[in-house]
């Protein structure tokens, strides 16, 4: 029998470990099926420019995995269950049940309000294209002069609220962020961050929590009511709940708790990658939510899994770090911050046109590799143990 390995969600961690995996594992021995809600990849990374209507390439998983020996399955995961190895779907025609050896977890997140009054009645966010198309119909009602407030001073928000101010400079655009503006920033790219905001006219509410939102904008905590139209939210992530009604250990935040090779701490035979999973990086922090993040998880987890099931001893480490932090201002100014492996800001940085076409370059350089998963050279090893060996193996650190 052929070792069946399922991953579960195509965004950026799900569809490049799904991808790495074929071309690490030889098609004889293993049966690689991804299940996504979607029928092509999105780049959830440009959201903030579908809601402005823009027009993003559809890439079709049909399409992606072509001749790679990966099947798609175009449906929606409603439960896991990892004592069973089972996967509950619901896809266009009725349920279904999927059974694996292996799992991939890469459900990513979705918004979170954090429990504030309103937002799931009144507000939009950019969790993913549906919402983000939402968005897009109503921001084309609005009327010359009309009132946009984005909520949320992190790198989603700054990027939503320039986007938007960009596209419809005849709207009246605000900015809500707990604390100062680009806060983590170096100081010359908060000075940069500032002049754009300020060329595009948005205006910049520090030091703000939101309490409430309805129709007619949102009030903050000590009472203060700021007008909007249209209120994006964009003050954080949160999991999907499934991990957390399984037996699999997870964290306070319901991701799944996982080791160096992303295997989950608590079942051998379940990985998890991207924003599902809480992993440790540079200097014990946690990784963030981000495809910065994903990307490598997903290269770890598919070497690590490749590395089990052929029978080698040595785990190849994937870089665990980062490096910069891209954030678009518009289509014509960015700011790409330098930062340390444990993401602190460092002294240099690019800014405006350049900042924009690099920041294009990153994204664009994604979506590429994602679309071509057997592109780069291919090294296809045979299984040398079971199914039931393979799943039994210690857990194993990867080489440094």
């Known amino acids: ?70 099947e798609v399955r175009v449906a929606r995961v409603t439960a896991v269950d990892v004592d069973r190895r089972t996967v509950a779907l619901v896809a266009e025609h009725g349920t279904d049940e999927i059974a694996y050896d ?25 969790a993913g294209r549906p919402s983000a198309a939402r968005l897009r119909d109503r921001l084309a ?43 983590w920033l170096t100081a010359k790219a908060r000075q940069h961050l500032r002049g754009v905001c300020d060329r595009l006219g948005i205006t910049v509410h520090e030091h ?15 009472g203060q009511v ?23 250990t997870v964290a306070d935040t319901g991701q799944i708790v996982v080791d160096a090779t992303m295997r989950s701490v608590s079942h051998p035979d379940v990985y998890a990658v991207g924003d599902a999973a809480v992993a440790e990086g540079p200097g014990g922090k946690p990784l963030r939510m981000s495809c910065a993040s994903g990307t490598p998880m997903a290269w770890q987890a598919a070497d690590a899994i490749a590395t089990r099931l052929t029978g080698r001893t040595k ?36 800014k405006g046109t350049l900042a ?25 090893h045979r299984i040398v143990a079971t199914p039931t060996e393979s799943l039994a193996t210690t857990s194993m650190s990867p080489t440094r």
């Open 102 to 126: 292996t799992l991939v977890y890469a459900l990513g997140s979705t918004s979170a309000d954090h429990g504030v009054p309103g937002v799931a009645e009144h507000a939009y966010d950019l």
């Open 208 to 222: 703000t929590d939101i309490a409430r939102v309805d129709a007619t904008g949102a009030v903050t905590g000590d």
């Open 1 to 70: 029998m052929k070792h069946r390995i399922v991953v579960l969600g195509a965004g950026y961690a799900g569809a490049i470990a799904a991808g790495r995996l074929a071309r690490r594992l030889h098609r004889d021995d293993t049966q690689i099926t991804i299940v996504n809600a979607d029928d092509d990849f999105v780049e959830r990374v440009r959201m903030h420019q579908l809601a402005t209507g823009q027009h993003l390439r559809r890439r079709p998983l049909t399409d992606v995995y072509a001749g790679t020996g990966v």
């Open 356 to 380: 924009a076409r690099y920041k294009e370059f990153v994204c664009a350089g994604a979506a590429w590799s994602v679309s071509r998963p057997i592109l780069y050279p291919v090294r296809r």
């Open 226 to 248: 700021i007008p909007a139209q249209v209120t994006v939210w964009t003050a954080g992530f949160a999991v999907h709940p499934i991990a957390a009604a399984t037996t699999l």
């Open 141 to 183: 009602q609005l009327p010359a002069g009309a009132t946009v407030l984005v909520v949320g001073g992190g790198l989603t928000g700054l990027e939503a609220v320039t986007e938007i101010a960009e596209a419809r400079p005849d709207l009246d655009v605000a900015l809500a962020a707990r604390d100062a503006l680009g806060d």
């Open 315 to 350: 785990i190849p480490k994937a870089p665990l770090r980062y490096f910069n932090q891209c954030i678009s201002l518009g289509r014509r100014d960015g700011i790409i911050q330098y930062v340390t492996a444990d993401d602190r800001a460092r002294p240099a940085l690019l």
